[in-house]
């Protein structure tokens, strides 16, 4: 099978997962629109393709570094903590289509994602795992290895995609009683991976 092709398989295993950056983009489809949810999805992509090209390009030393690593996790748990308050206090509204358009820049959008996944320590450590183990397993000389992860990368863009248009179809089903659990329950959710962080960074660096 075409490394490629190969890449696009391994990448439909990203359906099951369900990190920060999933409910953020669940959340920004549905208060937002869709489109502002696909520059979301564009951030989280973009910060998955740096790390998958330092590790591929031989700079996982980087990655490894305790020091990298801290300020990386410490920047983490101050983001996660952040949208968490935000997405907790934030007033609930039903936005028409002029006021989506108007709630939040597309830059903005794709920033959050970014953030939001780049920041990640656990991120870092997927994706370094992933190409060592697929390394190994394929044999694939760096250029099959930039087809596999070209078509994994591909993929998990393409479902983040259809993840935001979902929610966004389902947006008929929104009230205003719905737009405040569904925002403290992202709040809820990011609490728990910023602990998830704080605990790494207690184990390793205390």
């Known amino acids: 099978m075409p490394p490629f092709v190969n890449g696009l398989f391994f990448g439909l295993i990203f359906i099951f997962i369900l990190g920060p950056a999933f409910f953020a983009l669940i959340q920004s489809s549905l208060q937002?629109?869709?489109r502002k949810a696909i520059f979301l999805a564009i951030g989280v992509s973009v910060s998955d393709t740096i790390y998958v090209m330092v590790v591929?390009?031989?700079?996982?030393?980087?990655l490894d570094g305790e020091e990298f690593r801290f300020w990386v996790a410490l920047g983490g748990v101050v983001l996660l903590i952040a949208y968490a308050i935000y997405s907790w206090l934030k007033q609930p509204k039903i936005f028409n289509e002029k006021e989506k358009n108007q709630d939040g820049s597309y830059l903005r959008n794709f920033i959050k994602g970014l953030l939001l996944n780049g920041l990640n320590p656990l991120v870092i450590v997927f994706w370094a795992t992933w190409i060592s183990n697929i390394t190994v397993r394929f044999e694939y000389d760096f250029a099959a290895q930039m087809q596999f992860f070209l078509g994994m990368l591909a993929m998990i863009l393409g479902l983040d995609i259809a993840k935001a248009f979902i929610a966004h179809r389902l947006k008929h089903l929104i009230t205003i009683r719905f737009i405040k659990r569904m925002n403290r329950a992202v709040a809820i959710v990011l609490i728990l991976f910023s602990g998830q962080l704080i605990y790494y960074l207690i184990e390793n660096y205390t």
């Open 56 to 62: 591929l390009f031989g700079l996982a030393a980087l």
């Open 32 to 34: 937002q629109g869709f």
